[in-house]
């Protein structure tokens, strides 16, 4: 009598866990969200899942080296985009999803700083700094990471403002 | 003439061009040392837009044409100095790791009433009297010792013992005559270590706690603080313990993604198991083990459904010192009771934009062992009563929407529960309640609470005058 009950829900979780990745994160029209660090960092690509394992607390490494997440003011542009396409955050929940993660010590937020030109020349500057920012608000002394091997310019690239 | 105007005006030209350049330059000054890369050397190429050709590969170049060398001087330096990295806490031996003692926690203060008359039993048993109280104030201390190793601590500061009832007795009054302050009294509490442990990530997916910490079960017990909580007061079934609420051991956790949009985690613990002073001795050889796995699933909103077991003996002993024939120190241990626990557990929590769900079902399973199945007295006829072996449990459900009103989120919500339970004279008896309430958050870190709870015994009690009814308004806090 449960059987058809329990295959239903067998599928019903199959497809969650199998839900394609891109769903909900088609690239809207706006500018590429450009993920860099430093220019000496050796990896060229890192997993959107990695990514968001780095700036939701977690303990994360690209290329054997723990990555140091470094964000912008909350309430910026590029941080309200960021925090919703990685993390899932509207701007008005990022305060309490902090709150919450640090009363149940879950992890505490990445570093902010006051600017993205700030934020770059952290990540220029640290190995393991890994930040966001616009392809004109960069220097020589970082590069820009492929998300899923996607680059900003190509289809399906996860991130824009 | 002619020359000075013209440097003059390539002077102002090329200030303002600095100033420009310079408007979104952060507090920190500039380097003054030049960084390794040639201040001069791109001034000499020809312009080069700023794009990305091939990225992860090339790094982008500057647009150079027109700007003023010193700009040019000021992009090329892009590194901060060690000073500069220090002063954004990135700095000394580990400047990867943000080394700085960390200090929060939360708070609450309640006012709680009882809106029967008077002459209720259960207002003259509970809440005889309408009161404001300050229940929680946590203290947390963490740190980071080095990049995989850091120390997290929890203490609550209590007015308990003072204010505590005692059996049938008055309240406990702890006053005490203040020495440095003319010998007046003073009412003094306690601290409770809520949490305190060392914490070493050994792999991104692995990482162990070694000392007292939060069981990791369901969600009620993880999330904690008076701040998360949407009811004002826990569930019965939370309350009663049928998981310990904390564990002395090791625990070992991670969490590992699957991919964007499913997470699987994992703890497990070993511990002192139960008993009356678990926090600082295991009173048996048997440890306790516990786990929890979730997943969670963020396609809609955030979606987690999780597992938690927890086996332990709980054993009560007094230790006897006594001299044997030969005049001998003996010591023993009289056991007062023990038996099997097994703790189950299972919850999900629903979160999609301001909807919120969530549930938790907990059973606990007592066998007693064969010397251990010691008689207790019970309270109101003086009979010794035998434990028998027993399973209880309960389950509470709440269902909430939150939405803004002027920049405040306001939630109304509903919580229901059931909880069949076996107190400790062992006498059993099921109650179910209801809540009803709203919440409002005028910031992130306060959130003000309203709560009406009507819980009932359906089989009667002891006490048997209709329902209790509590009306509660709690306002709680992060800092």
Request: charged content about 15%; hydrophobic content about 40%.
């Amino acid at each position: 009598m449960f059987k058809p009950a329990l295959a239903v829900a067998a599928v019903l979780l199959l497809g969650a866990v199998a839900w394609p990745v891109t769903h909900g994160r088609a690239r809207a029209a706006g500018k590429p969200l450009v993920v860099v660090v430093s220019a000496s960092f050796a990896p060229k690509d890192i997993e959107l899942a990695t990514l968001r394992r780095a700036f939701s607390g977690h303990a994360a490494d690209l290329a054997g080296k723990r990555l140091i997440p470094i964000n912008h003011p909350n309430g910026s542009a590029l941080r309200v985009a960021f925090d919703k396409q990685v993390l899932g955050l509207e701007a008005a929940d990022v305060g309490k999803f902090w709150i919450d993660k640090r009363i149940r010590d879950e992890g505490s937020p990445p570093k902010s700083v006051p600017s993205v030109e700030l934020a770059v020349r952290v990540a220029a500057s640290l190995p393991g700094a890994i930040t966001y920012a616009l392809l004109e608000q960069l220097s020589p002394s970082v590069k820009v990471l492929t998300i899923d091997g996607k680059a900003p310019t190509s289809a399906g690239y996860p991130l824009s403002l | 003439m002619k020359s000075l105007r013209f440097g003059l005006c390539a002077l102002l030209l090329s200030a303002s061009v600095s100033i420009a350049a310079r408007a979104e330059e952060p507090a920190l000054s500039d380097p003054v040392e030049s960084s390794s890369e040639p201040a001069g050397s791109d001034a000499q190429a020809a312009p080069v837009p700023l794009t990305v050709a091939d990225a992860g590969v090339e790094a982008p170049t500057l647009v150079e044409a027109s700007i003023d060398p010193s700009v040019l001087a000021a992009a090329s330096a892009a590194q901060l100095s060690p000073e500069e990295l220090e002063s954004l806490g990135f700095g000394g031996s580990a400047p990867s790791v943000d080394t700085a003692i960390k200090i929060f926690g939360f708070a609450d203060f309640t006012f709680s009433m009882a809106p029967q008359k008077p002459s209720n039993a259960w207002r003259q048993t509970l809440q005889p009297h309408s009161s404001f109280y300050v229940g929680n104030f946590n203290l947390y201390l963490s740190k980071n010792l080095s990049e995989n190793v850091r120390t997290m601590g929890e203490v609550r500061f209590l007015y308990a013992p003072h204010g505590s009832p005692t059996d049938g007795g008055p309240y406990t009054v702890n006053s005490t005559q203040d020495i440095t302050d003319l010998n007046r009294r003073i009412h003094w509490g306690g601290i409770a270590i809520e949490r305190l442990y060392l914490e070493w990530t050994i792999h991104p997916y692995l990482a162990v706690r070694a000392g007292h910490f939060l069981t990791p079960y369901g969600i009620w017990n993880v999330d904690h603080g008076s701040p998360l909580f949407i009811p004002v007061t826990r569930p019965y079934v939370i309350g009663s313990g049928l998981f310990p609420e904390h564990q002395t051991g090791l625990e070992f956790f991670g969490q590992y993604d699957i991919n964007t949009q499913n997470a699987f985690g994992y703890h497990f613990t070993i511990s002192n198991g139960m008993g009356p002073i678990t926090e600082v001795r295991d009173l048996d050889e048997n440890k306790g083990v516990g786990t929890r796995v979730f997943w969670e699933n963020r396609s809609w909103g955030t979606l987690r459904v999780g597992g938690s077991a927890f086996y332990a003996k709980d054993t009560s002993s007094t230790p006897n010192q006594a001299l044997d024939a030969a005049g001998r120190l003996v010591i023993t241990s009289h056991l007062d009771a023990q038996s099997k626990v097994l703790s189950l557990a299972a919850d999900v929590q629903w979160k999609y934009k301001g909807l919120h769900l969530q549930t938790e079902v907990i059973t606990q399973q007592r066998k007693f062992v064969r010397n251990g199945r010691v008689a207790s007295t019970n309270p109101f006829s003086g009979n010794p009563i035998f434990p028998e072996d027993y399973l209880t449990w309960g389950v509470y459900g709440i269902a909430g929407y939150g939405f803004d009103v002027w920049h405040v989120n306001i939630m109304p919500y509903i919580q229901v529960q059931s909880f069949d339970q076996v107190d400790p004279t062992f006498i059993r008896s099921k109650t179910n309640g209801v809540t009803a309430g709203i919440n409002i958050r005028p910031i992130d870190a306060v959130v003000v609470k309203l709560a009406y709870t009507a819980s009932k015994w359906p089989d009667g009690f002891l006490i048997s005058d209709g329902m209790i009814q509590l009306l509660q308004t709690q306002v709680a806090w992060a800092f």
